[in-house]
Every structure is written in C-alpha cells, then in structure tokens.
C-alpha cells in the first residue's frame, strides 16, 4: 500500500531516554548535552518501546497551564526487519491521526463515504463513556447507521504481529462491552492504531488481558468491526500504511 501523510509535526528535539518514572515523567538527555525532563503522554507499561539509553524525540510546547515544556513523542526501536524505526508513544495522538486519515478520504473503501465527524461523544451505560468519534454517514451512504469509533494506539510487537493490550485493562474490556451493545442500530468500529511501519497483523493481546481476548473475538462474533491502522513515523510527518490484517487470537505466552 501507498503511504499517505496525514498529519504534519513540528520538528522535534532528539535526545537519549535516561529514565522514565512515576508513569508520567521521563528524563531525556538532549543531543546538546542538557538535561531535560519530558512529560511522558503513555501511562501503560509501553512494552516493546521503553528503552533507556534508546533515542527519543521529543516536542517542545511550553504552556502556563503546564509544569514541563517538553513531550516525549516518538521512540526509537529495532524494527522486524532489524533496522531501526521510529514509534508514536503519545497514546493521545491516534485520536487526532484518525480522524485525519478519515477527512483524507483513506477509510472510505471501509466506511463509506462521511459527512461529519464529532469526538468525545457520550454513550454506553448512563453515558457514562466518550467514544472516540462519531461518524456520520453522507446522505446515500450504502448504511446510513452511525458509525461509533473506540481508537487504541498499540506499540507491543511480536515481529510484524502488534498486539493491544500489554496489561490488564478494565477500560478496554468495558469498551468492547459498550461497542457491542450498539449493535445493530449503529456500527460500531475498534480501531487499533499500530504506531509503528513494521508490522503487518494485528491481534488482541491475549498473553496481558485474557480476558479482553475473550471479548473481542465475542465482538468480532457479534459483528464489531476492526480496522487495524498502520502508521509510519518520521520526523515532521505521519503517514498511513493501510490496514493490517485482523486476527482473532494472540500468542497465549508473551513474545
């Protein structure tokens, strides 16, 4: 598949991971020889990608409402290949890489053509959750159903096979559940967002969360749809890779 750009960055810094503590911060060793700390925007295990003495980009976006200037961005791994890549850690960027990817037309061939796209919507139980986005499909789409989309950004590899998730998450598995209940009056897609150029698969990550293993091939049963996007980091851009292919069961021993 064609990679696409998507989604512009400013240049970032570069520098070497010295620690990453508290889930939130990490210290980074700037190519200038200064010392920095970076808030760290994954507060998961990031398995796979969490390497001190790795290199480390980060971006500069100091703000009153902030007590750090810096945010780690992306990260530098051994890729399938054995040559190195470089990963998106900021699990709130796929949010913003997917809505892009839909406004570029690219998800069409699987959505249908759109018309709005609204984030953050209640919905669930009491709407009690906030799904991702809200789609709305073009007057004489195919389905006129709105689309409800729950977005995970997935960095844990087994070789080309990216698995989500890397630990128990009760979020996620609650997620599933409200995905499901929206069937049939709506869709209702979950998309994981492998941050990363060298895989090709996807699958739940049955060696973390049994359980959430357990739901999605229920979800997958029940007729959710899963959209694996595959993205590429370089410095000032990201770019879309196309799909990678779904499967229902991840390795049962971690790779």
Known sequence: AMATPVLSLAPPVEGTLVRR????????????????T???????????????GGRVRL????????????TWEQAEVQGAEGAPIWVGINTALPNHLVRATIEAGCLEPWLGPIDAIRAEVPYGLGRRSRIDLLLTPATGAADPRPIYL???N??????????????VTERG???????????????????????R???????????????YGELFRQAL?????????????SATEVSWQGLARVEQRGPAEAP
């Open 173 to 195: 598995q609650k997620h599933l559940v409200e995905l499901m209940a929206l069937l049939p009056e709506a869709r209702a897609v979950l998309v994981p967002c492998p941050s």
């Open 59 to 70: 971006r500069h976006a100091p703000s009153p409402s902030r007590k750090l200037a810096w």
């Open 150 to 152: 729950e977005v995970k």
């Open 154 to 167: 997935t960095t844990w590899t087994a070789g080309e096979l990216a698995l989500f998730p890397d630990t």
């Open 221 to 233: 049963a029940a007729g959710v749809e899963v959209l694996a996007c595959r993205y590429s980091f």
């Open 21 to 36: 503590y508290k889930r939130f911060l990490a210290d980074v060793e700037l190519d200038d020889g200064e010392l920095g």
């Open 38 to 52: 970076a808030h760290c925007p994954n507060t998961g295990p990031m398995t796979g990608v969490l390497h001190p």
């Open 197 to 211: 150029s060298d895989v090709s698969r996807f699958a739940p990550g049955d060696a973390a969360d049994p359980r």
